[in-house]
């Protein structure tokens, strides 16, 4: 395992506004993998969402075939020239988005398309995408997404079942509802050339900088370019080695609050490849935008005093909306005495 720590972004080249960091030598090898079927898996879904936020699932039985075609379909999308790509953008915030990543000055060596599957809220560009693009890439999208939502029902599930809760449907309620604020990404890193850096050293560019998901879940698929990273409990990044057959579960924000922070919401990033691409796919499980988000009960002890104050999913994508990347978008819905306790 490999400490990095990121300097300040490299004055003396053409790329000044993205980030760069040293690459871990290593990968990392203790990430834990999880079966969907083990007979342990409820139990060590549980451990790994509280000791990384962090799983790998293999045996899913989501079929190879509807990946790839997806997975092709992306790259054809992203082979397009740039004012074909154009006409789904600028991000709304759903649509084809080019470096900038979000209204507050993140920018990373990424292009992505962000759809949006919420029936509640209008996107003009994922309807454009919907509307404009090829059937083959819309019915891929439609297949993959909706063995997403199964996935991540599954999984929901088995944590409600490791944690011993009697409602199996405890978590996974927020993603059945059909007003479930979910979303779904595809990201294309292109290959980058890397930076010198003073004294030598060689640091790759920023793909996507570090942050926390906002949603419950996120079930991560990529190709067999590596570049992931994750942030460990004692504030080490390291590299997640790419498995292009198997997903990778992130805990994010809603799920730390519903559990009362005994399971984290991962921080991670990527850094761009200097030879090969990477395309992934992300399905974002989130809850409706009137829901009510807050420590539950049946996941806390008696006399467990709640870390986070009630809001609703809407309020905290206000917030999130202000905020950069990095920034602990938790911060606003902290009680007092849970907060200077974290200071
Ligand atoms: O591309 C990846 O592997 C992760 C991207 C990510 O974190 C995101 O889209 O939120």
């Known amino acids: 395992m490999v400490a990095v720590s990121c300097p300040p972004p490299p004055t003396n080249n053409n790329v000044l506004l993205f980030q760069s960091c040293n690459k871990p030598a290593n990968f990392y090898e203790a990430i834990p993998v999880i079966g969907l079927s083990d007979p342990d898996a409820a139990s060590l879904i549980v451990r790994a969402s509280q000791d990384f936020g962090f799983f790998k699932l293999v045996n899913h039985g989501v079929p190879m075939e509807l990946i790839t075609t ?33 209204w507050n000055g993140d920018v990373g060596w990424i292009e992505y398309l962000l759809l949006n599957l919420n029936p509640e809220i209008i996107s003009p560009n994922t309807q454009f995408i919907l509307n404009h693009y090829p059937h083959a890439f ?90 992931l990273q994750i942030c ?27 559990t009362n922070g005994r399971f984290k919401s991962v921080k991670h990033r990527v850094l761009a490849d200097t030879s090969s691409s990477r395309v992934s796919m992300i399905y974002f499980g989130g809850p409706p935008l009137r829901e009510k988000i807050a420590p539950l009960g049946s996941v806390m002890e008696e006399e467990e005093e709640k870390l986070y104050k009630e809001f609703t999913w809407c309020e905290y994508k206000k917030a999130m909306y202000k905020s950069r990347l ?12 849970a907060q200077s306790d974290s200071e």
């Not at 409990?233 to 057959?245: A, H, I, L």
């Not at 920034?327 to 606003?332: G, K, M, S």
Request: aromatic share 10%; glycine share 8%; proline share 6%.
């Open 138 to 227: 819309c019915s891929a999208v439609e297949k993959y997404v909706s063995e997403m939502r199964k996935l991540s029902y599954e999984v929901l599930e088995l944590m409600a079942d490791g944690l011993g809760i009697e409602e199996r449907n405890t978590f996974s309620r927020y993603l059945r509802d059909e007003k479930s604020d979910c979303l779904f990404r595809l990201n294309h890193y292109p290959p980058c050339s890397e930076v010198e850096a003073p004294l030598g050293c060689v640091k790759n560019l920023m793909g996507f900088g570090e942050h926390t998901d906002p949603q419950l879940i996120s079930l991560l698929r990529s190709n067999n370019t590596s570049g």
């Open 70 to 102: 997806l997975e092709n379909e992306a790259v054809k999308y992203f082979g397009k020239p740039q004012s074909d790509k154009d006409r789904a953008g600028p991000p709304d915030p759903f649509g084809y988005g080019n470096k900038r990543i979000g």
């Open 232 to 258: 460990l409990r004692d504030g080490t990044w390291v590299s997640v080695p790419s498995d292009n057959t198997s997903f990778f579960i992130n805990i994010g924000d809603t799920l730390q609050v519903m």
């Open 326 to 337: 990095s920034d602990n978008r938790l911060a606003p819905f902290y009680k007092a005495a």
